[in-house]
């Protein structure tokens, strides 16, 4: 489920965000719809995303859609 504060939406949605990180939209998509972004784009994805103007932290793109629970307890 996406929650309001989820990166895809925190970045304008699926089209917005792969402008942003220069991949796709469908790209971009498939890891919303997989609920993770590969490990192999998400330094680049933080590179553009900050480049961009926007604050973003690793947890971001290792927990796109929001941290599961066990994960939001233990911080």
Request: proline content about 5%.
């Amino acid at each position: 489920m996406t929650s309001e504060t989820d990166l895809f939406t925190r970045l304008g949605g699926t089209r917005a965000m792969a402008s942003l990180v220069g991949e796709a939209p469908s790209t971009v998509q498939s890891w919303k719809s997989a609920g993770r972004i590969p490990a192999h784009k998400q330094q680049g994805v933080i590179t553009r995303v900050r480049e961009a103007g926007h604050s973003i932290t690793a947890s971001d793109v290792v927990w796109p859609m929001g941290a599961p629970v066990a994960e939001q307890v233990a911080a």
